[in-house]
Nanobody, 126 residues
Framework: QVQLLESGGGLVQAGGSLRLSCAAS????????MGWFRQAPGKERELVAA????????IYADSVKGRFTISRDNTKSTVYLQMNSLEPEETAVYYC???????????????????WGEGTQVTVSS
């Protein structure tokens, strides 16, 4: 069982930055692939970025490439999402999620993640 707790959301102006954190419980954090998803009002939850347990592999949504960076610190059981040059349309609830393995072709599929946090609100003002 893994429990996930996101933090770091808030209100930021367009062009600004935020760093989200997701702290995980449990002693096997390094064995889990982690993903950051977001869900805007009226839209489906979508993958923003994902990272393998060893940090050797990452993937990003095309819309965030070059602006967002996912990273993790297995000694702290925490995964991060650094978000730069934020845009108003990126206002959403951001969720972290965990799954047992990193398979690039399926990382966007919500149903493949076993554990979810409750989310943190990010609001980008214009």
């Amino acid at each position: 069982q893994v429990q996930l707790l996101e933090s770091g959301g808030g209100l930021v102006q367009a062009g600004g930055s935020l760093r989200l954190s997701c702290a995980a419980s449990g002693r096997t954090f390094s064995t889990y692939a982690m993903g950051w998803f977001r869900q805007a009002p009226g839209k489906e939850r979508e993958l923003v970025a994902a990272i393998s347990g060893s940090s050797g592999s990452t993937i990003y949504a095309d819309s965030v490439k070059g602006r967002f960076t996912i990273s993790r610190d297995n000694t702290k059981s925490t995964v991060y999402l650094q978000m730069n040059s934020l845009e108003p349309e990126e206002t959403a609830v951001y969720y972290c999620a965990a799954r047992s393995s990193f398979i690039r072709a399926t990382m966007t599929q919500r149903s493949t993640y076993n554990y979810w946090g409750e989310g943190t609100q990010v609001t980008v003002s214009s």
